[in-house]
């Protein structure tokens, strides 16, 4: 196979790289050995191969990949640091917790609510079942007692009614 | 990374809770008393020496009532509801031409401010209070004002009032 030298310099870079094959390369091969041009032009994209592979050589061996995932981490992590989310971004960001966590928040929510709600200390003095604060108690021609009575404290205001004056009429208190 | 990221929206939303709780609160507390209205339950009691026993419906105040009075029977004579707006006043009629005036004064820290005068006739037709008094109670809580003659005992009067 007769193979021209323009036809050869543009087959040269994929020669150098090993990417010919069959007849195209030996086509090449045979050329190259025979043409001065040519052979030169490969000694060129030889010498300027070498120079690259060279210089990257020396880039990657000064580079340190030690903290290489480091870097990559974090920009995956913090993807838009540079762009501030908006409120309602971060609100649905909040509000996307897995099921898991969303229990436990409302478990524990629960259970503080309880006990607000619920610690005697909480409950402004709170609230036996009839609390109640008597402000004043006036009576007219007649007497009265005020009594606190059985276990929530029920406040109890009894009328000495006149009309039965004499009587037991202190409803038979027994203590 | 992200277990932390899960806890601080945990965190977040658990402390938006709590701040929703405790404003929902607030304003529960301060409720604005110009709207508001009072649920008075009045139960009328005749207490005596008669046969043992209480009505169901007033066992939780006869309950209460019998550590203190020797009484043996608790009748409910009538139970009267009223829905007093803060300001005004109910007028609830009591055996032997007594009268009872039931007054909402108003609501201040999570109590019912009322006040109850009791007035009856005189031999001239003219009417005289008896008793004023003035209480603050909680939602739900009873009073007792007693001591009234009646048909064949005492008259005790249970007072439970409740916010609508």
């Not at chain 1, 010498?47 to 030690?66: D, F, I, N």
């Not at chain 1, 619920?118 to 079942?129: E, K």
């Not at chain 2, 003035?134 to 005492?154: H, L, M, N, P």
Request: proline letters at 2%; one cysteine or more; charged letters at 25%.
């Amino acid at each position: 196979m007769t193979i021209r030298c323009e036809d050869v310099r543009k087959l040269l870079e994929r020669f150098y790289d090993r990417e010919l094959k069959g007849k195209q390369l030996t086509a090449v091969t045979a050329h190259v050995q025979e043409c001065v041009n040519c052979s030169k032009e490969l000694e060129r994209i030889e010498r300027v191969g070498r120079a690259l592979k060279a210089h990257y050589e020396q880039v990657a061996v000064s580079e340190s990949l030690s903290g290489m995932w480091n870097r990559v981490s974090e920009a995956i992590e913090t993807p838009a640091a540079a762009e501030p989310l908006s409120f309602r971004e971060k609100l649905l960001g909040i509000l996307r917790l897995p099921k898991p966590a969303w229990a436990a928040v409302a478990a524990v929510a629960v259970a503080v609510i309880l006990v607000f709600a619920y610690l005697p200390g909480n409950q402004d003095s709170t609230f036996a079942a009839n609390d109640c604060i008597i402000d004043s108690v006036v009576a007219e021609n007649c007497s009265i007692m005020v009594y606190e009575t059985g276990n929530a404290g029920m406040k109890v205001i009894w009328v000495m009614d006149e009309g039965t004056s004499g009587t037991n009429n202190n409803g038979g208190v027994t203590s | 990374m992200k277990n932390a990221s899960v806890l601080n929206r945990a965190v977040t939303l658990f402390a938006f809770l709590l701040i929703l709780f405790w404003a929902s609160s607030q304003a529960l507390a301060q409720r604005d008393e110009a709207t508001e209205t009072v649920r008075v339950t009045v139960y009328l009691i005749e207490a005596s020496h008669g046969t043992p026993g209480a009505d169901p419906e007033i066992e939780g105040i006869v309950r209460q009532l019998k550590g203190t009075f020797g009484y043996s029977s608790y009748r409910l004579e009538s139970k009267i509801r009223k829905d007093i707006k803060m300001g005004d006043a109910e007028k609830i009629s009591l055996p032997r031409s007594r009268v009872m005036y039931v007054y909402a004064q108003g609501y201040e820290g999570n109590r019912i401010k009322l006040k109850v005068k009791v007035s009856e006739k005189t031999g001239r037709g003219e009417s005289r209070d008896t008793l004023n008094t003035e209480f603050r109670i909680v939602e739900g809580g009873t009073i007792v004002i007693g001591g009234y003659d009646c048909d064949a005992g005492k008259l005790i009067v249970a007072i439970s009032a409740d916010m609508r």
